[in-house]
């Protein structure tokens, strides 16, 4: 169980995350959505502790991590952020085994080198283990940063539940590989001991893949809850100041969401 | 573990370049000794004999601190250029870029001109002083101006830029001081900026190899969280790292090995630079190797080019930096042309 209380976060005198208080269950797959400048990275690093809040605290299983060490908390939280860029190219195994880094000293044990060819094989990047990871194509970049990061949780602790934070991950996936993706993160965050939270901009996607939304204004909690609760036309033409269409697909039930384009309001200028 | 032996026997190899390069750099020279007068000469030695010969005495109190005082200034220049590539996650730094070497430069130049203005009678430690201070004072300047309250994504960046700039204030001071120089002062201050060996002692030794010692170890016990930090500062944060103490461990071993090097030889740039790049391009970034190859490839790669500086013109010598160069870019550029090292 994830928990953020009354997290605030200010760069200069405008708050990015201001007062947000939210409950993300394990076993779940939580999403957050909202417009650009909403506040939904800043909230993952605030609950990642990649930054430190203002004010506030986040709590996992029941604990303030505000005070545990870099590795004590990388043992148990694994975060992927939306664009990695690596300084000198590598092979892609050893960029896997970085996941590893925070499990073991100098080298890495039999374990190690067994849970890289798992989450290699789960990614369908282990043909390209030996491949340079600079000449790979964007999308398989972002399957193998994936890799990384599930190596640094693939394995359930003794009695503590493990944290996976997605900030934007389908950024350059295509179509085909976004589905296959959430489907993964989806089955991973199944599990009874993860607690799973990711930002996508694709509502539809959200819609469909996630149990639990958040939805994000100008640094607030606008709507929280499942995603039929959250996805109403007056919070969504509230959180993006266009006019949403809510549709429903009657083979299977999911909502899907459009916006109108005749309304292209441009937001900020005064209303004459 | 494949790699982990491969490495072993990289590392191995580069031992043995490195001592052949060492054996080489002692027996040619100005005068050439024979493997004969070598073992004469240390055995000599090592009997606490008192009539050693004026050749003997060269070998002994020259010659041979000389060629371990190469291997030493090149192993720092290698290592610091490893580290600082490593933690700026760019591949055209070089070690003095956070002011070190050319506030080193500054400290000898104010020596030569002032030491010859108060005609001071300056010891041989007064020039290694000054440049070492100057080295010190010029990188916390960088430190305290590129330090905020808002520590953040950009703060190595911020730290590259102002070690630019305050780089740039120190060469102007070293022109303004060379011109304003006498001749003799003058030519002493561009010869000091071309780097030379010419000055080893065993009291050079001891010193740079301390420094040497005392940085290596820190270093290769941070290897894993420089890798991580190839993929970025939060995610190596993310991955565990304590990146702001990071910072400051890798920065602080960098200044002490780069400040005292520069302060006994002068600046030798170029080596830092490429001794990296030479060992990635041949065994991939991985830090635990980098470090430790870059140590053994800089002595070596520094040795040749004081070989080279030494017969080139017999009797008398060049100055190492424009040598180095001309050693180390057409292995560099040939390896760049034929790997797919930048892709």
Known sequence: ?272 | MKGRRADRFWLLLLFVLMMVTTVASIRYGAIDFSSHDMAAAVYGKLAGSNDLTLDQRIFIQLRVPRAILCLLVGACLGVGGTLMQALFRNPIVEPGLVGTSSGAAFGAALFYVFGALLKLNLGGWTLPLAACAGGVVSTYIVFALAHTKHEGRSSILRLLLTGLAINALFMSGIGFLSYVARDPQARSIIYWNLGTLSGADWNAVLVVGAATVLGLVPAIANAKPLNALMIGEEEAVALGVNVGRLKWIILTINVMMVAVATAFTGVISFVGLIVPHILRILRGPDNRFLILGSALLGGTLLSVADLIARVSLRPAELPIGIVTAVVGVPVFVSLLRTREYLS
């Open chain 1, 1 to 272: 169980m994830l928990r953020a209380s009354n997290l605030t976060f200010r760069a200069g005198s405008r708050a990015l995350v201001d007062g947000a208080t939210a409950g993300f269950e394990a076993g779940r797959l939580h999403l957050i959505v909202g417009a650009n400048g909403a506040g939904k990275s800043t909230l993952i690093k605030l609950l990642t502790r990649l930054i430190r809040p203002h004010e506030g605290t986040v709590e996992y299983d029941g604990a303030d991590i505000g005070h545990w060490s870099e590795r004590e908390l990388a043992r148990r939280r694994a975060v992927l952020s939306q664009a990695v860029e690596v300084a000198f190219s590598m092979p892609v195994r050893e960029l896997v085994m970085m996941g590893r880094y925070p499990h073991f000293g100098a080298r890495p044990g039999a374990s190690d080198l067994h849970i890289c060819e798992e989450v290699m094989r789960y990614f369908e990047v282990d043909d390209m283990a030996d491949r340079s990871y600079g000449t790979l194509s964007g999308g398989e970049k972002q399957r193998v940063q994936f890799a990384r990061v599930l190596a640094q949780i693939w394995h359930p602790l003794e009695s503590a539940a493990r944290y996976l934070f997605l900030d934007e991950p389908l950024t350059f996936l295509d179509i085909r590989h976004q589905i296959d993706f959430m489907n993964k993160v989806r089955s991973f965050a199944s599990q009874p001991d993860v607690v799973a939270v990711g930002v996508v901009h694709d509502l539809s996607l959200a819609a469909r893949f996630s149990d639990h939304l958040l939805l994000l204004h100008q640094g607030r909690i606008l709507a929280d809850g499942s995603p039929a609760e959250v996805l109403k036309e007056e919070y969504l033409r509230a959180a993006f100041q266009v006019s949403p269409v809510l549709l429903t697909n009657p083979a299977t039930g999911e909502r899907h969401v459009v916006f109108e384009p005749a309304e292209s309001r441009v937001v900020g200028r005064p209303d004459t």
